[in-house]
């Protein structure tokens, strides 16, 4: 249950093998159903990364430790290598 904006205490792992496009990454994983839809979330400001928004559709992550991902209100997704 997420209250006043926290992180739920139980998230979906997703486990990324290498450097991956944002928007891959939430097509790939069914986050989102196309890349269109993606690009238009980001744009919109409904993609964040350890709280902070991606504004950069074409955003490569580069993991070096484990992050949420922020889709919308109420998904969220740990991040790992």
């Known amino acids: 249950m997420v209250q006043k904006g926290e992180t739920p205490e139980s998230v979906k792992v997703i486990k990324i ?3 991956i496009n944002i928007i891959d990454l939430l097509v790939n994983n069914k986050i989102t159903d196309s890349r269109s839809a993606a690009k238009r ?4 400001g409904g993609v964040e990364l350890d709280g902070k928004k991606v504004t950069n559709p074409r955003e490569i ?3 070096k ?3 949420i991902l922020k889709v919308g209100k109420r998904g969220f997704y740990k991040l790992t290598k």
């Open 17 to 19: 093998i290498s450097n």
């Open 41 to 44: 979330l980001i744009e919109q």
């Open 61 to 63: 992550l580069n993991l």
């Open 65 to 67: 430790n484990d992050i």
